[in-house]
Every structure is written in structure tokens, then in C-alpha cells.
């Protein structure tokens, strides 16, 4: 959910974009110009909204992507298509779904995507107009735990972390650290959890305040150390 000049809009899975102008009381279905009903989420840049679009699976994927509306979720439009790569503008066919959408100071948008296993992580500088890859961390799965790949499970979460930094946070493998992320070669920092539990590496939900790092895993509210490497329970000691 979000809120934008007195409005509060909704995202749903399968049904779309709800406004209310009343503070919820009643709701509206906003779908003008959104061609998917699988909603990620929303971003409010400089009073536009942006939401992102998975799961469709119509018109060979086609309608999977990152819209923007500049009148208060009335109506929206598709930004841009996305790139296969830097060196390859060329979109992916299908497009690919975009699970987490997010944004930082520098009023620069993001979008992580997958296909399958394979992870499209983007930037954009441009309102989304155009849409440049990021790489995405390299992780060792449990099945080759001597080989290094790409990450290969979902990107639910997008913060903004300090300086140019950026948090991302994926369901199987925690949540990464950059401070570099728009590099040709970023660097990629896991937080550890505290108590290396499985399930804490499962995230779906995450946000800063005040500065802090606060994570929701499968395993309840994690909080993360100003140092950026460990994420500890709520309930214990942080430093």
C-alpha cells in the first residue's frame, strides 16, 4: 500500500490497483492503462507512482513491467520495456516478472525481475524511461556449494542504504549489502543472520527507518547492525 496527496492505493494479487480518497472507507478499482492484475508494490518518486506487474500470462508475457501514473493512480502507463543486458538492448522475451520495485535519495527507480531462475536486476536514472542491468550478487547453492552463480531465487525488497548504497532482499539467501551497485563488477556483502537459522534467510518484507534496517523473514522481525553485517532478532542484543 501507499498514499499519495490524500489518496491510498492497494495492490492486490490478481484484481489490480484500489484508490480510496475517503482514508479507506471505500475503494475503487484503478486499473486504467495497467495491463497485469499481479501488483509488487508501489514507489511515490516526486509524486509519481510507479507499481510493478508479475504473473501475467497473457499475450506471452507481454504485459509484465514497471508503470507510472502522474495523476494519483487514476491511470497508468508502461515506462519502458527491459533490456536483456547493457551490451544487449534487445528486450527478453517474455519479459521478465518484476517482483520488487524501489527507489533511493537520488530519485533513481529500480526493478527486480526473474525468468525461471534467472534474475534481471535494473536501474533507471531516467524515470524509467530507460533501464540499465545491474549485477546481482553471486551466491554458492546448496546442490555445487564449491561453484559460484548468479543469484537464482526471487528479489522481494528494495531499500535504499546509506551514502549510494543499496539493500536488497531475496527469498532463500538473506539479505545483500552495496555500496557500489551501479559498478560494471559491484560489491555484494551478505548480512549474516544471528542465529543461522534457515528460515531467516527467507525474506519477504524490509524497510528503513531512521537510518535502521528492519527485516521481516520467515522467521519473525529481524533488526540490522549499523555495520551492516549481521541481522539480529529483535529480542536480542545488537551492536
Avoid at 144 to 169: H, M, Q, R, S
Avoid at 173 to 180: A, E, M, Q, R
Wanted: aromatic content about 12%.
Amino acid at each position: 500500500m501507499t498514499s499519495v496527496r490524500g489518496t491510498v492505493l492497494a495492490g492486490t494479487e490478481g484484481s489490480g490497483v484500489f484508490r480510496s480518497v475517503d482514508n479507506g472507507a471505500t475503494w475503487q478499482q484503478a486499473n486504467n492503462g495497467l495491463r497485469g492484475v499481479f501488483i509488487t508494490g508501489f514507489v511515490n518518486q516526486a509524486n509519481t507512482l510507479y507499481t510493478g506487474v508479475y504473473n501475467d500470462r497473457t499475450s506471452g508475457w507481454a504485459n509484465n513491467g514497471v508503470f507510472r501514473s502522474l495523476d494519483n493512480g487514476q491511470s497508468w502507463t508502461l515506462t519502458s520495456t527491459f533490456p536483456r543486458s547493457n551490451s544487449n538492448q534487445r528486450a527478453p522475451n517474455p519479459q521478465p516478472d518484476v517482483y520488487a520495485i524501489g527507489a533511493d535519495d537520488k530519485n533513481r527507480l529500480y526493478a527486480a525481475t526473474i525468468i525461471d531462475t534467472i534474475n534481471y536486476f535494473y536501474g533507471s536514472e531516467t524515470s524509467g524511461t530507460s533501464w540499465t542491468s545491474i549485477a546481482v550478487p553471486l551466491i554458492r547453492p546448496d546442490f555445487k556449494p564449491d561453484t559460484l552463480i548468479p543469484l537464482n531465487v526471487p528479489i522481494y525488497a528494495i531499500e535504499d542504504a546509506p551514502g549510494e548504497g543499496i539493500y536488497i532482499a531475496t527469498y532463500g539467501y538473506g539479505v545483500f549489502w552495496s555500496p557500489n551497485h551501479l559498478a560494471s563488477s559491484p560489491q555484494w556483502t551478505s548480512l549474516l543472520v544471528d542465529n543461522d537459522e534457515e528460515y531467516e534467510y527467507y525474506v519477504r518484507c524490509m524497510v528503513t527507518f531512521d537510518g535502521d534496517l528492519y527485516v521481516g523473514t520467515e522467521a519473525g522481525l529481524r533488526y540490522a547492525n549499523a555495520a551492516r553485517t549481521r541481522v539480529f532478532a529483535l529480542d536480542s542484543g545488537v551492536g
